[in-house]
């Protein structure tokens, strides 16, 4: 079955630690996004990528980073930089001229 | 009901009746709307669309409204169920940009046996 598969579903860091979030889709699709939430708020785009090899910062990129090199794959790293990083971290995909995201389950990341 | 940029409302119904959502949207120029349901812990999952060239969608027991005039959007859920209950999201598209959806921060809906 088609579908996005975000790993691993809890992730704990520690201060000062890079830790990388996967996400993987085979639904063919060319955009992907990363999405941040906290309790009680919406969804806050981190990073997204129309295509391979090119992505753009979202409203809240700062301590983050990502690569495109492969249409199925769109890997988030949660830097030392990012101050506050516990949160649930959700990616999507989409056919962007179809418009609605497919999103993966989640990985909620706790520092410790 | 919600509003992009409001604080997460809640509404509770009981098994059985019918559950309206609202979302206000501010882009005038948003054309493509969307509303997902995210349970505990999970990614949100797509319930039904509607583009601006309609007022009104049907899918199996959800209706979604669109008022363009007031910039007003709504999901109707019919004979409410238990696993109904969940975190609701309105996104529209907007600037008219298709691979770039804006949330509202969500309704909690609580379904009471």
């Known amino acids: 079955d088609g579908g996005i598969t975000q790993s691993p579903k809890y992730l704990f860091r520690k201060e000062g630690q890079n830790v990388t979030l996967s996400c993987e889709q085979n639904?063919?699709?060319?955009?992907m996004y990363w999405y941040r939430q906290d309790p009680g708020q919406g969804l806050r785009l981190i990073y997204y990528?129309?295509?391979?090899?090119?992505?753009q910062k979202g409203d809240i990129a700062e301590g983050y980073s990502v690569s495109r090199e492969k249409k199925e794959s769109f890997p988030l790293t949660v830097t030392s930089a990012q101050k506050n990083p516990t949160a649930f971290y959700l990616c999507?995909?989409?056919?962007?001229?179809?418009?609605?995201?497919?999103f993966g389950s989640g990985t909620r990341l706790t520092v410790v | 009901g919600e509003s992009v940029g409001l604080h997460l409302p809640t509404l509770s119904v009981q098994e059985g009746d019918n559950s309206i959502i609202n979302c206000a949207y501010s882009?005038?120029?948003?054309?493509?709307f969307i509303w997902y349901k995210q349970e505990s812990g999970k990614g949100p999952q797509f319930i039904i669309d509607?583009?601006?060239?309609?007022d009104k969608r049907q899918g199996q027991r959800v209706t979604v409204l669109l008022n363009k005039t007031v910039k007003h959007l709504s999901l109707q859920i019919a004979a409410t169920q238990p696993g109904d209950s969940a975190v609701y999201f309105c996104a529209e598209n907007s600037g008219g940009s298709n691979y770039k959806l804006t949330f509202g921060k969500g309704t909690l809906l609580t379904v009471n046996p």
């Open positions: 999507a995909s989409s056919i962007p001229s179809r418009g609605g995201y497919t």
């Open positions: 882009n005038s120029a948003s054309d493509y």
């Open positions: 990528s129309q295509i391979v090899n090119d992505f």
């Open positions: 639904l063919n699709h060319d955009a």
């Open positions: 509607i583009r601006s060239n309609m």
